[in-house]
């Protein structure tokens, strides 16, 4: 499984790259703040909206320490889509929030 740390996935967003994220915490998780632009899907409906995801773009998934977006990750993989875990989560993000 790929991995990215907090602080290189924020260096790809302050230099404008155009990046899929996801976050797979919980509501109540993702009412705390989440990355700018990421697209919220909690882990447990993954499987039945993965028609939200195109297999030909490239994913990064975070959660709140990094477990659950690695769960998303090796779900997706044997998917077929192509990701990256975000390794130790919202914990260890230090950017913006919206």
Known sequence: MKEISAKEL???LTAGEKLNIVDVREDEE???GKIPG???IPLGQVPER???LDKNEHYYMVCRSGGRSGNACQFLIQE???VTNMVGGMLA????ME
Do not use: C, Q
Not at 93 to 96: C, F, K, S
């Open 10 to 12: 924020e260096k790809k």
């Open 30 to 32: 993702v009412a705390t």
């Open 38 to 40: 990421a697209k919220h």
């Open 50 to 52: 993965l028609e939200e």
């Open 80 to 82: 077929g889509y192509n």
């Open 93 to 96: 993000w230090e950017g913006e």
